[in-house]
């Protein structure tokens, strides 16, 4: 399995590194994960550099797909030039966005009579683009799901993780990163909040 995270430069650190981190709990030989970016060094908007592993193009081969969002989501979401080169299709992928990276599920139209979430900044993009928009923290259809806030990269990276493997090996990886003397609580507040779109 390959999991590719979609990171444009000045990307939200939270939103890439978090599901990278989470993903890679998962020890099996088949089980890639990449970051993906349409240039080979990506800076965050704090600053931190990344070396990306695999273009767009490649990304939209993977089986699955994480959008994370940054302070140029929106410019990259009009810029034809980089959206030529994701072809992600959510009928052959797992789809994921993360707060403003749900403008590139849209402006690819994949969030057509669909229901998503965001952050509040996004919000009234995604709204005049007619898409109703949740107040919770992840909801996914199909195989498409969205999120709102920072950390709820934690939500994308057990979703997938349940969907590509299973909800056990899911819960063993948010187990391992969830605080001590938190681990039951943490875990079991994340799968609630996925579970339902398993």
Sequence with gaps: MHIAIITFEEYNELDSIIAFGILNRVKK???????????H??????????EAHISLTQASKADAVIIGSGMKTRAIANDDRIMRQLQIN???QLLASQCSG???????????????CTDITTKPW????????????????????TSGGCL???YLAAWVIARLENIQAAKNALHYVAPIHEKEEYVERTIKNIMPFI
Aim: charged share 20%; net charge negative.
């Design 90 to 92: 959510s009928d052959k």
């Design 152 to 154: 709820s990269s934690v």
């Design 29 to 39: 030989p088949d089980w890639q994960v990449s970051i993906a970016s349409n240039q």
């Design 41 to 50: 060094y990506v800076r965050s908007m704090n600053g931190l550099v990344v």
């Design 126 to 145: 995604m709204e005049e683009d007619g898409i109703t928009i949740l107040d919770q923290p992840f909801y996914a259809e199909g195989n498409i799901a």
């Design 102 to 116: 749900v403008l590139l599920l849209s402006k690819l139209g994949l969030l057509k009579n669909k229901k998503a």
